[in-house]
């Protein structure tokens, strides 16, 4: 049970006190009346003794009486009937509440301290570490509270209206006290007549009600003397006459009102009497009618007051069944003539009315004062001790005389007892076995009845011992004789006597007390002793620590008869089950909920609160949500019945907005109810702000916004840049790729370097972008908020005129850099008012508002809300604002019922901004930085590009050449200038460089033009021509990621719009190819927000396979010196070293894309050093035809260029068929130059492209460092060469023959490497161990052997065959020359060996054997570019085939000693014939 203020000694004490009644004349009652206050109202709070109190009993022992306290009360001959009794109980535990805001107070679970501010807990058992954080939770609550003072009201008030039982004495009255006044004439006179209405009153047989303790009552003469009016000396003779009269111990003079009501306002005296006047009203009619009424309004509430929609109430009764249709007057003596019992007529005192006397409380005691309380205080302790302790002790003895006297027992019925229970015990009977006894009644004088009376007396003054065995006599009388109702008050009352015995000689018999409870309630039918005997027994288990025994007692003695008492025990079983040893939480919960539901039956709505409330706690957050809804419903709907919308919106709020378990049908009803009681409460605040709604679910992190206007769709032929939308997924690696794009162009802009103040465009903000700054929009373009909403309910919601809440500040930024602040205005009060009036705030900012939204159940759902700002400034978006209502079609209520069930709201968009942790400071704590994606800044007008794109190709072949269109469009009010376009693939497109021919003009006339610039010319030897990068915009330092667009005068108007062409060249590898535009413009007037804008373009482009090219370059061996003329021109012949070129052609093109065959139409060389001198193979006049899968091979001599201008390229074409094309002119050169930006740029790709990884890589290697030899070495090698392969291919469509054109690029490096067009698919890279210690810094590369095999070139000149007449000479010498051509830039030692011969025998049956005339070694220094010529001689012995290319060489740089010599390749097989004649 809870904790109480009083111990159970003295609550046992004061339930059970000697019962004085009070007889007053009219006069008197005039003088107390002056108090406001009656006699026995005067007297209450002085009514408990401060001094011990002695008697003896019948062994003549002294009986000490501590702490006494009687109970004064007036006569009433007609006793309140049980539903008034229910009534006034009903109302004292409703007008006791918990006060507010009260420190919660703390739990202590058996030994466990579970003290909240007490760190150091001393429970280490596994169930307070599950419990610990429910109980902290409870103890700390503002609902939880230790003590019930309404139950200790309750339980106090029960047991003062007990009715008087004929089984017992206990609340029979003991004395009478006879008031008269001094002012009356003869005061002799009306004591008599009082005395004799005392005595018709108990003795006539009129009236049942009050009880007597016994016949010969003690009456008490009091005369009661006022100070202020009357005369103290006749006062005092008349009290010394009444001593001659009824002795000195009978009588008692009282003297008070020693002030006069004039003199209230100067002194403030003490008002004892407050605290118990509201809590025994049932003796106090006046407020006794006040309580019953505020009780009927309490409790009370209809259907209109309650507010709820009839058709969702829960079925709760209107009015309390204990209630009564009409309040009956309790009788109080003076209240009512007739029903006085007194013969002077007496007025009823004006009642004042109820507002004056809750606002301002008649002031009690006025004529009072301390000396008059210490009157009372005197008179109430001479009364007791003096009459009526020896009147108690004087019926003890009489009553004990009579006993034995009666039984014939011995002289001390104490003694008499103990030999009665020396001997053997009765054996009881169960209740079972005994027959319905409880209407059994003694007679009066029955012996029976005079122990009961005894054991009364002695218990009403402390004498337990004596009492105890007294009541344990009678209990043995009554079980024999089968009196069922006095056995079950025998043994009641026993057992209260056997625990308040001092030095606690025997156990409590807890057996006697189920035993008084079982006969109560079965045999006798009496619930109020039952009641009564479970309370006392309660209280008494409690304090022995037997909380499981009282819970059970306590629950036992619930029922459906009293819906408040069974609320009350419930709640203090709940307590029980809170403090046991081990507590028991879920218990405590379950019954607070059983405790609260009965509460709302008795009507007592804010204990059901609280309980339900209390409850909560416990089942909160532990995952039973079926029991979490119930019990917030019911905290919702008592909330909203005790006018506390805020917290019955708050728990339906709770309802709805978890995951709910419900059934659909149920959820409805929560939602119908929740938006009742919602627009009841808006009705009722009516301060016009819009309060939160719980429904929709908004995941306000997701949201996103898109600023600018939604692009056009293709019109025909044209195809509208993609650019961004709300449709697109965000992609962060992509987002990475556009935003270096941009950086690239505003480099490029800003003369290589990006400004700090630089914020990349982001066009559609969400949680993964970068919020940290604030967005910028422009004035005049709409900014769309995307909305994500989920609707967690399984019925549908009904959203109506859903809108964005914003608040907006002018701004000026044409002014100074942040510009001028100017007002803030908000539509926050607008949309309360009318959400679809057109007002002043549209021409600030226009809002979007949805008619209608409706969210199907448990749906995720997006909802796209538009504002067109029309001034400059900064915006920030708060939140939705809409209608919410059922989804429920086809209502048939009508449209009034519709709109009760809609109420208007909203929801605050509040983002958390990304975590912080970069700092220490940061990563050691949790904070966020801001997001201020819905913040953006409105900046002055800004110039709107729309790009089309005409004739753009979807799909093409591998290095096909396709001519396209793109159309610029200015769409704004704002000219815009600075037009530049960057790519991730710039070797896909070029718009052609400055000095091409831009004809034909339009679209249409290019339709069926190639798109190279072409010359008739028959097949011959190459056309050469010169071309610097730079007229094709490359320079060494800057790559054409970057183009700009040029424009007439430079600027673009507004409306205008602007054609050009756009060649495109199929990607080299097959597959589908993403690339991306961002095309960059500024406006005219440059604005310190916004400097620039771009427009996005993603194209998609299928690539099929074509041809595969593959080329290799080899040294001549063969110097030609037969067709050398002059000596001059062989040596500059020599000089100008020629070089062999193969190219290998295959078609890898598959059937699926319809092309037929291609033709290679030309073939051009681009280099430095190098050029195409003529074709060696030529097929004629004919261009080489490829069907598929078939392969052509073309040899091509090459030559060193002449020219003296080493930046320029040399271009040479050699064209297989009658018509030429110019391959220095766009766009064969613009995408030659454009051709080494794709491999980097497309292997950084979308993931990780950067500025680096769109660098040329440099052909030197990056790691090690070369040495001088290392370079000329290499150069020797180094070809440099790029061979560009023209072609055209046959298709056809839609039986339409279509002629393609396209270009393979293939770069030679090295001779004799093969080179491809197609990359070659990269090896996956193996995994590679991780390294702890630092690499080795790489050596000094050196040059390979193979590299160092081709310093010298070699070449033997001799006659094919040679006649010798071997008869006549038998030597044959033949003169063969040796020439050593130097390749490279430095000086070269030589050494010839002519020692080395052939020694496999396969060659030598081949080849003949011979030898070489004069020296075996030559060594010799060759200077750069040196031709050397070495006279040899060769002697063959007879006539065969010879191979003289035996001669082997070495070489190295002169310069580097420690290299060896390095052997070089040998030339092809020289063969001679020598012939014998």
């Known amino acids: 049970m809870a904790q109480c203020v009083q111990s159970v000694q003295e609550f046992i004490q004061d339930s059970f006190v000697p019962m004085v009644a009070v007889l007053c004349s009219e006069d008197a009652e005039r003088v107390t009346r002056k108090n406001s206050l009656s006699f026995p109202e005067l007297l209450r709070p002085f009514c408990r003794l401060t001094s011990d109190g002695h008697l003896r009993d019948p062994n003549n022992q002294v009986v000490v009486v501590k702490g006494l306290r009687i109970s004064v009360t007036g006569i009433n001959t007609q006793p309140p009937q049980s539903p008034e009794l229910h009534r006034l109980l009903s109302q004292t535990v409703s007008v006791c509440q918990p006060p507010e805001g009260s420190p919660a107070s703390v739990i202590t679970a058996g030994d466990y301290d579970l003290n909240i501010s007490d760190r150091t807990v001393k429970a280490s058992v596994p169930w307070y570490s599950d419990w610990k954080e429910t109980l902290t939770q409870l103890s700390s609550s503002k609902y939880y509270t230790a003590t019930t003072p309404w139950f200790e009201t309750y339980r106090e008030n029960f047991l003062q209206s007990m009715p008087a039982s004929e089984h017992e004495f206990l609340s029979h009255y003991l004395a009478c006290m ?86 209230v306002a ?23 009618e006040e309580s019953a009424v505020s009780n009927a309004v309490e409790n009370n509430i209809g259907a209109e007051e309650d507010g709820l929609d009839p058709s969702i109430r829960d079925g709760v009764s209107e009015t309390h069944p204990l209630q009564l249709d009409h309040p009956t007057d309790v009788v109080y003596p003076g209240n009512d003539a007739s029903q006085s019992v007194n013969n002077v007529d007496e007025t009823k005192p004006q009642k004042q009315p109820s507002g004056t006397s809750h606002t301002s409380p008649t002031p009690r005691g006025t004529c009072l004062t301390l000396n008059d309380h210490d009157h009372i205080r005197q008179f109430i302790q001479e009364f007791t001790f003096r009459g009526l302790l020896p009147h108690i002790e004087k019926n003890i003895r009489q009553l004990n005389d009579q006993l034995v006297s009666r039984k014939g027992l011995s002289r001390s019925l104490f003694s008499a007892t103990k030999k009665l229970f020396g001997g053997g015990k009765v054996p009881e009977k169960s209740i079972a076995e005994l027959k319905n006894a409880a209407g059994l009644l003694y007679p009066s004088e029955a012996p029976e009845l005079q122990i009961r009376k005894m054991a009364d007396l002695c218990f009403l003054v402390q004498h337990y011992e004596l009492a105890y065995n007294c009541y344990h006599t009678a209990k043995k009388d009554f079980l024999s004789d089968q009196a069922m109702l006095y056995a079950a008050g025998a043994l009641e009352m026993a057992a209260v006597a056997a625990f ?38 309660a209280e008494i288990l409690k304090s022995q620590a037997k909380y499981s025994d009282a819970a059970t007692l306590l629950i036992k003695m619930t029922s459906e008869d009293s819906d408040l008492r069974s609320a009350l025990l419930l709640e203090q079983a709940a307590h029980c089950f809170i403090n046991m040893r081990s507590p028991m939480v879920r218990k405590f919960a379950f019954h607070m909920i059983l405790a609260g539901h009965r509460f709302s039956k008795a009507g007592q709505k804010r204990h059901a609160l609280r309980c339900y409330c209390q409850a909560l706690q416990v089942y909160k957050g532990k995952g039973w949500t079926l029991a979490e809804d119930h019990i917030n419903f019911t905290i919702g709907r008592q909330s909203f019945t005790l006018r506390q919308p805020e917290n019955a919106v708050a728990a339906f709020r709770h309802i709805l907005i978890n995951d709910s378990r419900q059934s659909a049908v149920q959820q409805a009803a929560f939602l119908r109810e929740y938006l009742y009681v919602y627009k009841s409460m808006s009705k009722l605040t009516g301060d016009g702000s819009l309060p939160q709604l719980p429904l929709p679910c908004l995941h306000s992190s997701q949201t996103r916004v898109f600023f600018g206007h939604e692009r056009r ?74 909305v994500v909403f989920r609707n967690p309910l399984k019925i549908p919601l009904a959203l109506s005129a859903l809108s964005l809440l914003w608040k907006f500040t002018l701004k000026d930024f044409s002014g100074p850099q942040d510009g001028t602040a100017g007002e803030t205005v908000s539509n926050e009060k607008e949309f309360d008012l009318n959400p679809f009036q057109t007002t002043a705030l549209n021409d600030i900012i226009d809002t979007q508002v949805i008619a209608e939204f409706t969210i199907s159940p448990e749906e995720t759902k997006v909802a796209r809300l538009k504002l067109l700002p029309h001034k400059t400034g900064e915006l920030h978006v708060l939140g939705v604002v809409y209608n919410l209502g059922t989804g429920e079609a086809g209502d048939s209520e009508g449209s009034l019922a519709g709109d009760l069930m809609c109420v ?131 320079t060494s330092s800057d790559q054409p990621v970057v183009a700009e667009i040029p424009l007439s005068r430079g600027v673009l108007g507004p409306g205008e719009a602007l054609q050009i062409p756009l060649w495109l060249r199929g990607p080299d590898q097959e597959g589908v190819h993403e690339i991306n535009f961002l095309f960059y413009y500024e406006s005219t007037e440059k604005t310190a927000k916004l400097s620039h804008r771009v427009l996005r373009h993603t194209a998609f482009i299928c690539a099929s396979r074509s041809l595969n090219v ?274 490279s830039l430095a000086q070269v030692d030589v050494i010839v060996d002519l020692r080395h011969k052939t020694t496999s025998p396969e060659s030598l049956e081949v080849h003949g054997s011979f030898s070489w005339l004069g020296q075996t070694q030559y060594k010799l220094q060759l200077q750069a570019q040196e031709v050397y010529r070495l006279l040899l001689k060769a002697c063959f012995f007879q006539a065969g085939v010879y191979n003289l290319g035996t001669p082997r060489v070495f070489a190295k740089l002169a310069q580097t000693s420690t290299m060896c010599e390095t052997s070089q390749q040998s030339a092809m097989p020289a063969l001679i014939i020598v012939n014998s004649i």
């Not at 108990?202 to 006022?226: A, C, M, R």
Request: some cysteine; overall charge negative.
């Open 178 to 263: 006879l008031v008269v006044s001094s002012h009356e004439a003869v005061p002799t006179e009306q004591f008599l007549k009082l005395s004799q209405e005392q005595h018709r009153i108990q003795h006539s047989g009129e009236y049942t009600h009050p009880k007597w303790f016994i016949p010969n009552t003690l009456k008490y003469y009091v005369l009661l003397h006022d100070i202020s009016e009357g005369d103290e000396q006749r006062a005092d003779s008349v009290y010394e006459d009444m001593k001659q009269r009824y002795g000195t111990q009978g009588c008692y003079l009282l003297k008070i009102n020693s002030r006069s009501g004039s003199t």
């Open 266 to 288: 100067d002194e403030q005296m003490p008002d004892p009497w407050s605290q118990y006047l509201h809590k025994t009203s049932i003796h106090n009619p006046e407020l006794y």
């Open 500 to 537: 308040l015995q001092s030095g606690a000689p025997r156990p409590y018999p807890a057996h006697y007390m189920d035993t008084a409870i079982q006969t109560y309630r079965e045999v006798c039918k009496n619930m109020l002793l039952a009641e009564r005997c479970c309370l006392l027994s």
């Open 713 to 786: 769709l293709a019109e025909g032929e044209k195809q509208a840049a993609t650019h961004v939308s709300l449709e697109q997924e965000f992609d962060r690696d992509l987002s990475q790729l556009w935003r270096e794009l941009e950086e690239r162009v505003v480099s490029v802009t800003n003369r290589g370097t990006v400004p700090i103040t630089f914020q990349p465009s982001q066009s559609c903000l969400n949680s993964q972008t970068d919020n940290l700054r604030h967005p910028l929009a422009v004035v005049e373009e709409p900014i769309i908020v995307e």
């Open 904 to 1034: 208007r709201g909203q929801q605050n968009l509040e983002i958390q901004g990304p975590r912080l942790n970069i700092t220490k400071e940061e990563k050691t704590s949790v904070r966020y930085g801001p997001d201020h994606r819905l913040d953006p800044i409105i900046t002055p007008p800004m110039p709107l590009l729309e790009v089309f794109f005409i004739n753009f190709p979807t799909g093409l072949l591998c290095g096909e050449i396709r001519k396209a269109w793109v159309e610029f469009v200015n769409v704004s009010a704002v000219p815009l200038t600075g037009l530049r376009v960057a790519s991730t693939h710039p070797e896909f497109f070029t718009f052609g460089s400055a000095t091409s021919d831009l004809t034909p003009v339009t679209p249409t006339t290019a339709e069926h033009c190639s798109a190279y610039k072409t010359v008739a010319m028959p097949p011959s030897v190459a056309t050469v021509s010169l071309v610097s990068p730079a007229a094709f915009g490359v």
């Open 1110 to 1383: 593959r080329a290799t370059a080899s040294r001549s061996n063969t110097l030609h010196s037969r067709e050398r003329h002059t000596e001059e021109q062989q040596e500059s012949e020599e000089k100008d070293a020629s070089m062999l070129v193969f190219v290998d052609v295959e078609n890898i093109n598959t059937c699926e894309a319809g092309v037929r065959e291609f033709h290679i139409v030309q073939v051009s060389s681009i280099s430095r050093q190098w050029r195409l001198l003529k074709c060696i193979n030529p097929v004629g006049d004919k261009d080489s035809k490829l069907a598929s899968r078939e392969r052509g091979k073309l040899c091509f001599k090459a030559t060193r260029c002449r020219t003296e201008e080493a930046e320029k390229y040399t271009f040479a074409d050699l064209n297989l068929g009658n018509e030429q094309i110019v391959s220095s002119t766009t766009p064969c050169a613009d995408f030659f130059f454009r051709r080494d930006l794709h491999p980097e740029a497309r292997r950084g790709g979308v993931s990780a492209g950067g500025a680096s990884q769109m660098q040329r890589k440099s052909l030197t290697p990056q790691s090690g460092t070369d040495d001088g030899g290392t370079s000329i070495v290499k150069k020797c090698s180094e070809v440099e060469l790029d061979i560009i392969v023209l072609w055209k291919a046959y298709v056809v469509e839609d039986n339409k023959q279509l002629i393609l054109e396209g270009q393979l690029h293939v770069a030679l490096q090295t001779i004799g490497k093969e080179s491809c067009s197609l990359s070659q698919k990269e090896e996956t890279q193996e995994m590679v161990l991780l390294k702890f210690k630092p690499d080795v810094p790489p050596p000094v590369s050196k040059p390979s052997l193979e590299q160092l095999s081709h310093l010298i070139k070699t070449c033997l000149h001799y006659p094919e065959s040679y006649d010798h007449p071997f008869p006549q000479k038998s030597l044959c010498m033949v003169p063969v020359t040796l020439t050593l051509s130097n390749c």
